[in-house]
């Protein structure tokens, strides 16, 4: 265990020892209470906090993942999430992009509306550059200042800066806490999982580096990947980029400003902001019409390279 964060998980000892010596902390280490949750979609009804509880979001986006077939697999709008099993449905399915699956996932799980959405982000599909404005104003989304503080089903959000960019940046959720990986006088590196939807992968170990039989591409839309963490002493998150490879392009915030975000303090603190109480839920959120810019990734209609 990694003496700093007391969670992150080091591979090296001696490394983390000694980055632990020379860090100071810029947020505390927080014990966040978690409400637990019951499997499969659904809003979770009233239960006991515990700290070991994972998020319902998570567990209903790995079962899409561990279930939905390359077929019904798609990076795409208008936005689609089904679960086998749940309102008749006989299949699972994703047709989603990186924003709209963390939209779609929180309004299914928490009873998120679009209301709530709209007065966070500014928008009722709010796309990436959304989130990350909302999270950098801890405006329904709080930003994570220290990595050390991450728990599985936070964000990472990226803002892209460039004009000419076909999409606003990128969204995933955490699916597994960083891992120590190395240091420097002034920075370490992380290797993180996490879920998201996106039409390249996260590295070759991805769950979506595989072939799609009815078009003979590699999959895309919702998966499990790997990406690198880069933060300062203080454990801010300074850089990153799109997978682990070191043909990976690293980006800092002149390119692709990042940072990590909880979503908002009704799910993990159990209970309704007062903004959200008396607001019904709204209709129709099985299909997400949608019409959010469709690209991602380290380089849009790419992957990185292998070697």
């Known amino acids: 265990m990694n003496p700093i964060s007391g969670h992150l998980i080091s591979r090296s000892a001696n490394a983390s020892v000694a980055s632990d010596r020379s860090a100071t902390l810029i947020e505390p280490l927080e014990g966040r209470v978690f409400m637990d949750a019951m499997p499969g979609p659904g809003r979770p009804p009233g239960q006991v906090p515990t700290a070991g509880a994972l998020p319902l979001h998570v567990k209903m986006a790995r079962d899409l993942v561990q279930h939905v077939i390359p077929q019904n697999n798609l ?50 599909s709010p796309e ?22 991450l728990r599985v089903g936070d964000l990472f959000i990226a803002k892209y800066l460039d004009p000419e960019a076909t999409v606003t940046g990128h969204v995933t959720m955490v699916n597994q806490l960083p891992r120590f990986v190395s240091m420097t006088s002034t920075t370490r590196t992380y290797s993180m999982e996490v879920i998201d939807s996106s039409s390249s992968y996260h590295g070759s170990a991805d769950t979506r580096n595989v072939i799609d039989p009815g078009t003979g591409e590699t999959d895309t839309g919702i998966g499990i990947g790997t990406m690198r963490m880069i933060t300062d002493t203080n454990g801010l998150l300074i850089k990153y980029s799109w997978s682990m490879l070191t043909s990976s392009v690293i980006y800092d915030a002149t390119e692709r400003p ?50």
């Not at 959304?130 to 994570?144: E, H, L, P, S």
């Not at 997400?288 to 070697?307: E, P």
Request: with cysteine; aromatic share 14%.
């Open 258 to 307: 990042s940072l990590f975000a909880t979503i908002p303090q009704y799910y993990f603190y159990g209970q309704q902001p007062s903004r959200m109480l008396g607001t019904a839920p709204d209709s129709g959120t099985t299909t997400f019409n949608d019409s959010v810019k469709i690209g991602d990734g380290a380089n849009v209609g790419t992957v990185d390279s292998l070697t």
């Open 128 to 149: 990436a550059e959304d989130y990350y404005d909302a999270a950098i104003t801890n405006n329904g989304f709080k930003r994570v200042m220290n990595i050390a503080n």
């Open 75 to 124: 990076y795409d709008t208008p936005s689609i999430l089904q679960w086998a099993g749940v309102d008749g449905q006989t299949v699972y399915k994703n047709t989603s992009v990186c924003s709209t699956l963390i939209t779609k996932l929180t309004m299914r799980a928490y009873g998120f509306t679009s209301s709530n959405f709209t007065q966070w982000t500014g928008e009722t």
